[in-house]
């Protein structure tokens, strides 16, 4: 408010807001507020010619700001300072707090980039981390899938190696009925002198297809393997 009355050239009501607030400030112990105020109230003073009050208030404002390490409100307090040097002809001192003004100015200014350049850098990295754990999460889901479809194919397989063993089970049981057959034939043929030409053809036939049936298994065995 005491800023708008000070541009109004209202500087009355513009100096009371201006204390008042300095007053509230104060007492609250807000010091970056209280530098604020007092620099509006040093320009305010200039504005009016009163430059010894102005430099006073200045200064006062310059020795919070610079215990708070407020480099913004400094330079603002070197600028004024030098302005008001330079009205009252003491150019040495304007020299001065120009020259400081600069410095902190670019200072500030280099500060502000390398907080940028810090601020791109850290949204690079967040960007960099997010892809990498969106690849991550995606090939530990195609892993797992993979490791899924592993796990149905050992289960599929060790489901037909069951199944094989259990046929290969009733195989063997198949055939060895068969071999008893033709092993008691083929001694019979051998040692019964007193078979006729008829009962020897009739075990023949008998031996040929009990081979026909078990060459059959064998070959339905090997289809399956």
């Known amino acids: 408010v005491g800023s708008i009355y000070s541009s109004m050239g209202d500087y009355e ?3 009371e807001y201006i204390v ?16 604020e105020f007092l620099i509006t ?6 504005r009016q010619n009163r430059f010894d009050e102005a430099v006073t208030t200045l200064h006062r404002s310059l020795t919070i700001a610079e215990s708070m390490q407020a480099r913004r409100f400094s330079y603002t307090i070197h ?4 302005d008001i040097y330079a009205k009252t002809d003491n150019y040495e001192a304007a020299y ?10 670019e200072e500030v200014a280099s500060a502000d980039v390398e907080k940028k350049i810090k601020a791109v850098e850290i949204s690079f990295e967040v960007e960099r981390t997010r892809k990498q754990n969106t690849t991550y999460r995606r090939k530990n889901t195609e892993l797992s899938n993979l490791l899924q479809e592993v796990a149905n194919l050992n289960a599929h ?7 094989k063993n259990e046929l290969l089970g009733i195989v063997a049981h198949d055939l060895q009925n068969p071999l008893c057959s033709i092993l008691i034939i083929g001694r019979l043929l051998r ?5 006729s030409q008829e009962e020897r053809a009739e075990f023949i036939e008998s031996i040929i297809s009990t081979v026909s049936h078990m060459s059959e298994l064998i070959s339905r065995l090997l289809s399956i393997n």
Do not use: C, P, W
Not at 20 to 35: C, D
Not at 41 to 46: D, E, F, K, T, V
């Open 157 to 163: 397989l060790q489901k037909v190696n069951e199944e």
């Open 96 to 105: 001065i707090h120009f020259t400081t003004y600069h410095e902190i100015k």
């Open 79 to 82: 600028r004024e300072l030098a």
């Open 41 to 46: 109230l040093g320009q305010l003073y200039a």
């Open 13 to 15: 009501r513009a100096y």
């Open 191 to 195: 040692d019964d002198a007193t078979l």
């Open 20 to 35: 008042r607030s300095i007053a509230v400030v104060q007492q609250k112990g807000m010091q970056s507020e209280e530098s």
